[in-house]
């Protein structure tokens, strides 16, 4: 029946998030969804390690591996942002085509019952992921390029191999962490939030991100003042 293919093709996802709005309506009570907190404190944890890394002691620390070129440091952050700004591109576009096949996929399934394989060429087409997958494909190269930026601080990073990972690999991987966990994270920190709630917690996390950002400077002055 319909009904039942509507129950085989629903997305966990939003699943999820239906079944904490229901427990909050039942119980009376307002609460919040685990993804909220959760997100907070990682929004706080990973603003402070990025004004450490990025911010101050990385661009010091270049600078102090090639005082007679200061265009590294440039070059360092030219390439964080590129990869950063397309693969947020892309992660949203993988994202929204995922929301979009599931929103498609009653008319998908009916067209397939009534013999039609018009609606299997268009879901072949694109390509789409949950936005928790993205999330854990993210912390994967996270993961990653903490051990090449710890490998190039203990090893000598003047050395060939150790600074090209230090100035293109690893910014380069931070790029593609930022772009996809930013995209997918923030949407569905958003969607968890109560309705009539979003500005509270939307400031919440800008009070988070501007107050960890103050260790990248503390950590710089106690390091190199």
């Known amino acids: 029946s319909q009904q039942q293919q509507q129950q085989q093709h629903s997305d966990p996802e939003e699943d999820a998030v239906v079944a904490d709005e229901t427990r909050r309506r039942s119980s009376g009570r307002t609460c919040i969804s685990r993804n909220v907190p959760i997100t907070l404190w990682f929004t706080t944890l990973r603003c402070a390690g990025e004004s450490v890394w990025y911010s101050s ?9 090639r005082p007679n070129n200061k265009a590294w440091v440039g070059y360092l952050s030219a390439t964080e942002g590129i990869v950063q700004f397309l693969t947020a591109w892309i992660a949203g576009a993988v994202a929204d085509n995922y929301q979009n096949q599931n929103q498609n996929t009653n008319t998908n399934s009916s067209e397939e019952v009534n013999g039609n394989n018009t609606s299997c060429c268009r879901r072949c087409s ?18 990653f390029a903490s051990s090449l930026a710890f490998g190039s601080a203990y090893h000598d990073a003047s050395t060939s191999f150790w600074w090209w990972s230090l100035v293109v ?3 380069s991987l931070y790029g593609m962490f930022d772009g996809i966990n930013l995209t997918a994270n ?4 958003s969607d968890s939030i109560p309705d009539g709630q979003r500005s509270r917690y939307f400031t919440l996390r800008t009070m988070a991100m501007t107050t960890s950002q103050m260790v990248g400077p503390l950590v710089a002055i106690a390091l190199f003042a």
């Open 169 to 171: 690999v690893v910014p």
């Open 126 to 143: 694109s390509f789409g992921l949950r936005r928790d997958t993205l999330l854990r494909i993210s912390s994967v190269l996270g993961l």
């Open 57 to 65: 002691v990385l661009s010091a620390y270049v600078f102090l591996l």
């Open 186 to 189: 923030l949407s569905l920190y």
